[in-house]
């Protein structure tokens, strides 16, 4: 199966470099490229793609708005394409608010190519958090500033089981499923129907805002 990727970047060097690297797998096909984010948005609304990669400053309409736009369309838009943002910076607060949004993970630009070509094969997958130590030492330095939440989300805990919390946990510490799986002495399907459920019980989309949700309801706390 071919993964549909589209480019949204102000630099055009940019844009050029990393379509060229994409298009050179036979599993990719950037099927189309952007300067900012509300042609972005346009875009992705006429090609559907399956993931977006988005800078996150640009002109007219920044990558945090349009990530927005995308993830949480207006009545009637049922394309949801995943996204993956591109960043100069490790720890920014528009690739945090991203992540709250729904975004799958970050990428710096000055990444190795490889990395480049797994984080849309990882984000397409909905597996697993792109760069899951970087990801959540930049949610951690975020929670830090913000107390936990003690309203609707830390409520939104209880509709889990003990089971699910626990699973919640490692997910929120970066742990795989297979990591998981021999932590809880578990099969590592079950561990992915544990992950499924905690997602649908929280009505989350996926695993990078289960760990903001973790975070922000004080189920982890930074530096645990």
């Known amino acids: 199966m071919t993964t549909r990727v589209i480019i949204v970047d102000d630099q055009a060097m940019v844009r050029a470099v990393f379509a060229a690297l994409l298009a050179a797998q036979s599993d990719i096909d950037v099927v189309g490229e952007a300067p900012d984010g509300a042609q972005g948005v346009e875009l992705s609304r006429r090609t559907h793609p399956d993931v977006v990669l988005m800078d996150v400053r640009m002109p007219e309409m920044d990558g945090l708005e349009a990530a927005r736009r995308l993830?949480?369309?207006?009545?009637?838009?049922?394309?949801?394409?995943?996204?993956?943002?591109?960043?100069t910076f490790d720890v920014?607060?528009?690739?945090?608010?991203?992540?709250?949004?729904?975004?799958?993970?970050?990428?710096?630009?000055?990444?190795?190519?490889?990395?480049?070509?797994?984080?849309?094969?990882?984000?397409?997958?909905?597996?697993?958090?792109?760069?899951?130590?970087?990801?959540?030492?930049?949610?951690?330095?975020?929670?830090?500033?913000?107390?936990?939440?003690?309203?609707?989300p830390a409520l939104r805990l209880k509709a889990l089981t003990e089971?699910?919390?626990?699973?919640?946990?490692?997910?929120a510490r970066g742990r795989s499923n297979a990591e998981i799986a021999q932590t809880l002495v578990l099969a590592e399907q079950t561990v992915k129907t544990h992950v499924s459920r905690v997602l649908t019980k929280l009505d989350l989309r996926d695993r990078a805002q289960a760990v903001v949700f973790a975070y922000e309801s004080g189920l982890v706390a930074p530096g645990e």
């Open 71 to 87: 993830l949480e369309p207006a009545p009637g838009v049922t394309h949801r394409p995943r996204v993956l943002m591109l960043t």
């Open 92 to 152: 920014d607060d528009y690739v945090y608010e991203a992540l709250r949004a729904g975004a799958s993970g970050f990428l710096l630009k000055n990444a190795p190519p490889a990395d480049l070509i797994a984080a849309v094969r990882v984000v397409v997958s909905g597996d697993a958090l792109l760069a899951p130590s970087v990801t959540r030492r930049l949610i951690a330095d975020f929670a830090k500033q913000r107390p936990a939440a003690r309203g609707k």
């Open 163 to 171: 089971r699910e919390t626990e699973v919640l946990t490692l997910v």
